[in-house]
């Protein structure tokens, strides 16, 4: 186990509860979205589940800390922590530290939770499938989403705009691998693997699957479980996300270099083409009809899941737009695996 994965003794050091819900919400700067979040976990229906909801805050300079802060005082089962390093994944490890659930899932600050039966259906779904691991959808679609977040939303729930591996976008109730989609599970994970990996900045949810995947631990995919994130909102917040994603895949392969596969690395050949390509043209003049067919298949495919993202949605408005985030998606992601593959530290295991 790595020295920077923290032990049982370190994240759980708190009495377990039995038939309990434990949310664990990594949050920074998310004034805009936490209240609407944490009204609907707060409105849930509970049964005889007790459910806790830690708030790990990453030194947020916006009001997010005020609005949580005002929550928990009228709201016991709510509960803020600071969270020094402002990562992700320390932040999920602050939430583990206290966690008092028998379940543990993670939710983040501006998402929509459109059941209200999500803690039960949680606690059924392990009983059910006595999973040790679940997984959820993760669909983009969100109310008063804009015309651009929309056509996100589409790109992304494409084949042709995400991982070919990824299940966050199923709706199909399986046993699966845990890599792409676990977000719940029983506290005994924990207690075998220790908590998230400290040194990464983004994937550090894969990373804690891909272990998960290593051993005879189960994981379901539950639709009922379905969590809607909300889009980024303009092109530069979009590439920095992907981008981000591109970097932890490589990190990520750092310290398990049986994760990386060829699709994940397919965007990073795409930008390396589309730079290097001219200059290999130059050199080679005939390589200009590979290099123009290379484009052109490109857009036509582009056209083409974006049309077909317009048929299933029924929105003439996201038809222009589609391509244009393939276009943001393919090279932000791109991007991020060649930085960091170039310019990255690397991470010692």
């Avoid at 591109?246 to 965007?267: C, N, V």
């Avoid at 589609?322 to 170039?342: D, Q, R, T, Y």
Wanted: net charge neutral.
């Amino acid at each position: 186990m790595s020295s920077n994965t923290l032990t049982l003794e370190t994240i759980c050091p708190t009495a377990w509860k039995r038939n309990s819900v434990t949310i664990i919400l990594p949050i920074r700067n998310e004034e805009a979205h936490i209240a609407d979040t944490l009204h609907q976990l707060i409105e849930q229906q509970h049964d005889d589940i007790d459910v806790e909801i830690l708030v790990a805050d990453g030194r947020s300079t916006d009001r997010t800390k005020e609005i949580v802060a005002d929550f928990a005082k009228e709201n016991p089962s709510i509960k803020l922590f600071d969270n020094p390093d402002k990562l992700s994944s320390t932040a999920r490890n602050v939430g583990l530290k206290h966690a008092t659930g028998n379940y543990i899932v993670i939710i983040d600050g501006h998402c929509e939770i459109h059941s209200r039966t999500y803690f039960v259906d949680l606690v059924s779904a392990f009983e059910r499938t006595e999973a040790d691991c679940l997984g959820r959808p993760q669909p983009l679609a969100v109310t008063e989403a804009t015309v651009f977040q929309q056509s996100v939303a589409a790109a992304r729930n494409s084949v042709f705009g995400h991982h070919p591996d990824s299940l966050v976008y199923s709706d199909q109730e399986e046993k699966v691998p845990a890599l792409s989609v676990a977000v719940a599970y029983r506290k005994e994970v924990f207690e075998k693997l220790g908590g998230f990996d400290s040194r990464f900045d983004a994937c550090e949810d894969c990373e804690m699957n891909h272990r998960i995947d290593q051993t005879d631990f189960q994981c379901y995919l539950i639709p009922s479980l379905a969590v809607h994130y909300r889009p980024r909102a303009d092109i530069p917040g979009l590439f920095k996300q992907l981008s981000r994603y591109g970097r932890g895949r490589i990190r990520l392969a750092r310290k398990h270099p049986k994760s990386l596969s060829f699709a994940s690395i397919i965007p990073a050949l795409f930008l390396i083409g589309l730079l290097a390509g001219p200059m290999i043209c130059w050199l080679i003049p005939i390589f200009w009809y590979a290099y123009g067919s290379t484009l052109l298949m490109y857009v036509i495919l582009a056209c083409f899941f974006s049309f077909r993202a317009t048929l299933k949605l029924e929105s003439k408005s996201i038809f222009f737009r589609v391509p244009l985030i393939f276009f943001v998606i393919h090279i932000g992601s791109g991007w991020g695996l060649l930085a960091e593959l170039l310019f990255g530290r690397k991470v010692r295991i």
